[in-house]
């Protein structure tokens, strides 16, 4: 089992930046054991994969809309995931969730993880 706790959204002027970030409790596997990935979900649309990073950090992917600005990373030793944002705008706002899922290597899937946070609004506006 592991639950995840999603923090640091709140609202942002576009061009501006922010830094979620993810905290893992486990209770069978650490941490470690674990592939991370970020999606979001926009009123009235489908969650779509942001990024993921492997349990080692060695394999990282970006959502096209999303490369060049935001920065996923992790710490195993204080079970925790980011996502750094930078130049926000309009279309990034949304529900932004964590995920893990138990294999080596992240996938851009959401049906592929196990596990979710509670989501963290972003909301990008002047």
């Known amino acids: 089992q592991v639950q995840l706790v999603e923090s640091g959204g709140g609202l942002v002027q576009p061009g501006g930046s922010l830094t979620l970030s993810c905290a893992a409790t486990?209770?069978?596997?650490?941490?470690?054991?674990?592939?991370m990935g970020w999606f979001r979900q926009a009123p009235g649309k489908e969650r779509e994969f942001v990024s993921g990073?492997?349990?080692?950090?060695?394999?990282?992917y970006y959502a096209h809309s999303v490369k060049g600005r935001f920065t996923v990373s992790r710490d195993n030793a204080k079970n925790m995931v980011y996502l750094q944002m930078n130049s926000l705008n309009p279309e990034d706002t949304a529900v932004y969730y964590c995920?893990?899922?138990?294999?080596?290597?992240?996938?851009?899937?959401?049906?592929?993880?196990?596990?979710w946070g509670q989501g963290t609004q972003v909301t990008v506006s002047s």
């Open positions: 486990t209770s069978e596997r650490t941490f470690n054991m674990y592939a």
């Open positions: 995920a893990a899922r138990p294999k080596p290597i992240a996938t851009a899937s959401l049906y592929d993880y196990d596990y």
């Open positions: 990073i492997s349990r080692n950090s060695g394999t990282i």
